[in-house]
């Protein structure tokens, strides 16, 4: 079945510093592939997206490239801040799953001052 | 443009109660996915409405029902509550079902069941 791999957390970083949440998934076919961030006490925000091989999602400084050759999506941004300090999902959306978000564990994101 | 709204915020309940929890979808969204989220793990999918229909199912039990209104608003009914329920409970809707639709979640209910 389909399935979405991400790395365990958490993650701790300094202000400034590069970001990198990898992101695998197993899936058939052509899936759809998310970005979501979920701030403490909150619910889930749609931080970007890609709909086919080789599209790069963008949003907030956030990019994410998918790769089917390597079946990734990774989570990137040059310079974080402490107000990014939050939990990231990866989820792939197919048509042999009827569409359902299938998610990834989330990956806790702790920026430092 | 309104969001996903949720209601209520909290709710504390005991063991064997009933609980209904409502969402509406964002204006023009005909799609509604309901998801557990325990604490410190993901969302796992309990079921979708497509246009009023139930549209796709979880791994769990009939206990867990919902409904879809013509105004695609929807609520999720839990029966005889466990303790394992516990858990922050998430509506997302979407513009379609289909392939690519990002979901826009609401900011959820929180259910305590002592």
């Known amino acids: 079945g389909n399935s979405v791999t991400q790395m365990e957390g958490p993650v701790t970083l300094s202000e400034e510093a590069f970001l990198t949440i990898n992101c695998t998934y197993t899936?058939?076919?052509?899936?759809?592939l998310f970005w979501y961030v979920q701030y403490p006490g909150e619910g889930l925000q749609l931080l970007l997206k890609?709909?086919?091989a080789d599209d790069k999602g963008s949003n907030k400084g956030f990019e994410a490239t998918y790769r089917k050759e390597t079946t990734s999506f990774h989570l990137e941004k040059g310079s974080v801040q402490v107000s990014d300090s939050a939990v990231y999902f990866c989820a792939l959306s197919s048509s042999d799953s009827n569409y359902q978000l299938i998610w990834g564990a989330g990956t806790k994101l702790i920026i430092k001052p | 443009e309104t969001g996903v709204t949720q209601s209520p915020t909290h709710l504390i309940k005991t063991r064997g109660q009933q609980v209904t929890l409502r969402c509406s979808s964002q204006?023009?969204?005909?799609?509604v996915s309901w998801y557990q989220q325990a604490l410190g793990q993901g969302p796992q999918f309990i079921f979708q409405y497509y246009r009023e229909e139930e549209n796709g199912r979880g791994n769990f039990p009939p206990r867990f029902s919902g409904l879809q209104f013509p105004n695609y608003s929807s609520e999720l009914n839990v029966n005889a509550l466990e303790l394992d329920d516990s858990a922050l409970y998430l509506c997302?809707?979407?513009?379609?079902?289909?392939?690519?639709?990002?979901?826009?979640f609401g900011d959820g209910t929180r259910l305590s069941i002592l």
């Open positions: 899936a058939t076919g052509y899936p759809s």
């Open positions: 997302a809707s979407s513009q379609d079902r289909g392939r690519g639709q990002p979901q826009h």
């Open positions: 890609a709909t086919k």
């Open positions: 204006s023009g969204h005909n799609t």
